[in-house]
């Protein structure tokens, strides 16, 4: 997801800009601003509150602010991406964004600053004022407005210094050279924005294939729990040990295991356009686990996708697994067999429902032969990744 902060002083133009990159990049634009005048417009409850305060070009409250960007987010749950103009505007604003964001799992991609001297904003608005029928844009209230801008707004710029996500722009040139330049800063941080995906589905289901396919045309990073657990075992490391004689059982291995793993993998790959995760989570806990580590890199899930086929069939795909070179220690036993298949059926459930209820899970069909399959994944991957980039 895409979600841009558009900061400056009242008349640096943000709104100008919002518009460009609104449609450049299909984003559903919120404008506190412009939300509130159409409160006041509408007569609404929150309107009459708002009303005297912007009038008088002090800032509304927080808590009316809360309101009014929930209801726009919860109302475009579909949306790519979210374009704020106006907010944050305060402290406590820029938790509240960091707060909405991630109940929505995902985090803001960039706050783009338009650096605006003072005394050029007052000339803007002041010029603005005989045209604009703005209740606020008499010279009294713009300079209140400034002043409110200068002491509650201008020093939210360092909660977002501190994160590395402030990018600022001179906006004095043209409207056209502004947004180029604005333009380059969000592709750039698109470019590092990540594809993170988990591949789901009981063993046998295809899952490492169609992992590969991904990871091939996406660029990502494949990290498959059970190939890092079998080259821990090839190594016959300490974790090897441990691992093999937790394999002969069929069962699960611990989950600070495979979180070592996981997290030396992730860091041996800052270069990463994504990753794919094969074999991890298997549990509910281990899909928190998951978010925590990508919340470190700041990232998230972005696609999970359950690859779906009959048990007989997975017992088939499994016991001829067991006959070749690909095969897992694990594969050689039917009871063996057995005993995943129902061990899955137990524990990975909940993860599917975990992401199910994020609205990020993708089911299909797992039979046929692995070019069939693929056939159906490459569509749902396709618009995950647009969404995501
Ligand atoms: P704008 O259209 O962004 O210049 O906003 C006009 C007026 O609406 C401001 O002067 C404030 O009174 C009010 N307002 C807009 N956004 C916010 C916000 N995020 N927090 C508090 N007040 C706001």
Redesign the pocket.
Known sequence: MLNIALFGA?GAG??TQSELIMKKHNLVYI????I??EEIKSGTQLGFA?KS??E???????E??VQIIEKKITSNPDAPGFLF??????FV?AYILEGLLLKMHTSLTCLLFLDVSPKESLKRLLNRAKTSG?S?DTEV?IKN?LK?YKEKTAPVAQFYKDQGLFFPVDGTGSVEEIYTSLEEIINKELRKVLFNVVLLGYPGAGRGTQARKLADKYNLVYLSTGEMLKEEIRKDSEVGKLVKAVYDKGDIVSDEIVIKLIEKHIQSNPEASGFIFKGFPRTLVQAYILDGLLRKIHSSISFTLDIQCPTLELIKRLDARGKTERRMSYDLETSTIVHRLEQHERICLPVVDYYRKQGKMTVVNGKGNPEDVWSRIKEPAEKAWRRAR
């Open positions: 009242p943000k709104g404008s506190t601003g412009n509130l005048r708002a305060i912007i008088a070009g002090g800032l509304v409250s927080d009316i602010i103009d106006g907010f944050p505007r305060t604003q703005r606020d209230v407005r409110e």
